[in-house]
């Protein structure tokens, strides 16, 4: 931690080799806003919805704690949305064509497999530990095919090159306080701050067809419309209605 400056974008910064879930250390830390965790390997790495995330050596997987004060509620999930963004512009620095889809899966490469997911945790005082797994190394074979049989990739996949998790790691950070940074700053306005904008840019889900399930055994075939200032993705139904739906809500996304 000694490496972060006072007046740095992070309050605090430390690396392990090895713990059980970046996500869950962080939020039973109560560390200071801003404070990073990075891990070289999990053991009891988390996905959503309950699911467990492949996390061996070779990946990177790195948390952040936010208590984004002065933010509405309403607009935290953003910060999951912005943390894709943070992965998009990593991956192409890298040469890695890159794209997201709704909510929070870094897609790569031509065969557009899941590169990374992040697990953002809101808690009741408002902060928020947002969870990034990059798949950097070739992943083990045994690794299975995220919901929706999305096939895993990784970046050495795409990218016959060798990756220095160090410096991605790094280039994540700087990527992911320079857009938190705009867009606490605007106090979390999504247009403002031009995550909304850049969002669309990325996103692989907007105008496509899509079949959403959602957690109340619901489902939802339609077309991917627009994403909202408050997060949420409209989907206009084949039934013609437009659905807003929230990313805490969705079991899966097919296409
Ligand atoms: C998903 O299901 O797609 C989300 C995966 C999120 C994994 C990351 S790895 C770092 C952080 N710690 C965890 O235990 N999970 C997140």
Redesign the pocket.
């Given at each position: 931690s000694r490496l972060v400056a006072p007046n740095g974008p992070y309050a605090a910064l430390d690396v392990v080799a090895k713990t059980?879930?970046?996500?869950?250390d962080l939020a039973s830390s109560g560390g200071a806003d801003r404070t990073v965790l990075i891990?070289l390997e999990?053991t009891?790495?988390?996905?959503?919805?309950g699911?467990t995330?492949a996390?061996p050596e070779g990946?990177l997987?790195?948390?952040v704690l936010f208590r984004p004060a002065g933010v509405p509620a309403a607009q935290l999930p953003w910060l999951n949305l912005i943390a894709g963004l943070a992965l998009v512009r990593v991956a192409r620095s890298v040469g890695v064509e890159a794209s997201l889809k709704w909510p929070?899966?870094l897609l790569l490469g031509a065969g557009a497999g899941?590169g990374?997911?992040?697990?953002s945790e809101i808690t009741a005082d408002g902060s928020v530990v947002v969870?990034?797994?990059l798949n950097v190394a070739e992943l083990p074979s045994d690794v299975e095919p995220?919901p929706g049989g999305l096939a895993p990739t990784s970046l050495e996949d795409l990218d016959a090159t060798e990756l220095d998790r160090g410096e991605l790691a790094f280039r994540l950070l700087v990527e992911l306080a320079q857009l938190e940074g705009v867009w606490r700053k605007n106090g979390g306005d999504a247009v403002e701050s031009g995550v909304l904008e850049e969002y669309v840019e990325h996103s692989s889900t907007i105008g496509q067809r899509v079949r959403v399930e959602l957690s109340g055994g619901l489902e939802i075939l339609g077309v991917a419309q627009r994403v909202e200032p408050d997060g949420t993705l409209v989907v206009r139904g084949d039934d013609g209605r437009s659905h807003g739906v929230s990313a805490g809500d969705v079991v899966h996304l097919r296409p």
């Open positions: 059980a879930s970046t996500n869950a891990a999990q009891a790495g988390q996905g959503r919805r699911r995330w996390s990946g997987y790195c948390s929070n899966d899941k990374a997911g992040i697990l969870g990034i797994g995220a």
